[in-house]
């Protein structure tokens, strides 16, 4: 399984299942951590649009999302086949029709560092969250865009930019930009969250 496919998925996974919460006069950085890292679990559907390089039309998929603090995050696709990814604590399962992969996330350094940031924002743990990315927010509590830029030239070499976009803790889409120039785009309608 190839380190750059696993990334853009696991993105997906984690940052996309969080719920509306109320208004904010401003909207910081630590607002929005704070109301992220208030999601005990959550649910939410998506749809995500993958542009490569190779393919002259986008690669569409959709499904469900699923998120279980403290580490437990799940991708259930639906169309156009089904697949399921599940990340719980250090381990990564893949299961395609009757194949089955498992990852130690400990064996690939990167993927390591993007998921432990990743569970930092869930958390709403700042610091941690800028151990691996430089994050900026522009917006309001209302409509708002988190850039992610990767600290680390290796996690660079990977991935260029992450921007999450949303309103209040919810979630409404996330980009990923490769350094190859392939792209994916998740639009995300959250079902369901409990805290």
């Known amino acids: 399984m190839r380190r750059a496919g696993l990334i853009p998925l696991l993105c997906a996974v984690a940052l996309a299942i ?29 749809v995500e649009r993958k542009y490569l390089a190779i393919l002259d039309a986008p690669v569409e998929s959709s499904g469900e999302l699923r998120f279980r ?7 259930i696709t639906l169309e156009p086949r089904a697949e399921s990814l599940v990340l719980e604590g250090n381990t990564l399962t893949v299961v395609r ?26 958390a709403g743990d700042r610091s941690a969250l800028e151990q691996t990315y430089a994050p900026s927010l522009a917006g309001t509590s209302q409509d708002w865009t988190l850039t992610l830029l990767p600290r680390e030239p290796k996690m660079a070499e ?15 889409g996330i980009e990923i930009l490769q350094a190859d120039g392939d792209r994916s785009v998740m639009e995300i309608v959250a079902e369901r969250a409990a805290r």
């Open 69 to 75: 603090a403290p580490d437990r995050l799940e991708k």
């Open 158 to 172: 990977v991935v260029l930019r992450i921007t999450i976009n949303g309103s209040h803790a919810q979630l409404r």
């Open 97 to 122: 029709g009757e194949r089955r992969h498992i990852v130690q996330l400990s064996d690939y350094r990167e993927i390591a560092a993007f998921i432990d940031s990743i569970r930092a924002t869930l």
């Open 18 to 46: 969080t719920a509306p919460l109320a208004a904010a006069e401003a909207w910081t950085i630590e607002q929005l951590m704070h109301a992220l890292g208030k999601q005990r679990s959550g649910r939410a559907s998506f």
